[in-house]
């Protein structure tokens, strides 16, 4: 079992930044592709960003491309997301999640464990 926790969350004004973790603690002895997704109210969960295991491959959303970094740390087992120029549709609470093969990591159906979420809200 692989727990993820998501701290980082909270509130920022129109234009600011935040930058996201997910620490993965438990059964950690090797890597996983990491994703990132959110949900809005009233909204289905979408995809923001994934990496692959080694950080080799990268994927974004079209609505987060170019203002949005995510990155990994393995010896510290977290992985980042790093928020830019945030706008109040960028208000949802984020998940990340781990999953097992470095592909299809778009799909939330790729992914075996997920975090709890945190709350991040843009105020315009």
């Known amino acids: 079992q692989v727990q993820l926790v998501e701290p980082g969350g909270g509130l920022v004004q129109l234009g600011g930044s935040l930058r996201l973790s997910c620490a993965a603690s438990g059964r950690t002895d090797s890597s996983y592709p990491i994703g990132w997704f959110r949900q809005a109210p009233g909204k289905e969960r979408e995809f923001v960003a994934a990496?692959?295991?080694?950080?080799?491959?990268?994927y974004y959303a079209n609505s987060v491309k170019g203002r949005s970094t995510i990155s990994r740390d393995n010896a510290k087992k977290t992985v980042y997301l790093q928020m830019n120029s945030l706008k109040p549709e960028d208000t949802a609470v984020y998940y990340c999640a781990a999953g097992q093969f470095d592909y299809g990591l778009g799909s939330m159906e790729s992914y075996d464990y997920w975090g709890q979420g945190t709350q991040v809200t843009v105020s315009s």
């Open positions: 990496i692959s295991r080694s950080a080799s491959s990268i």
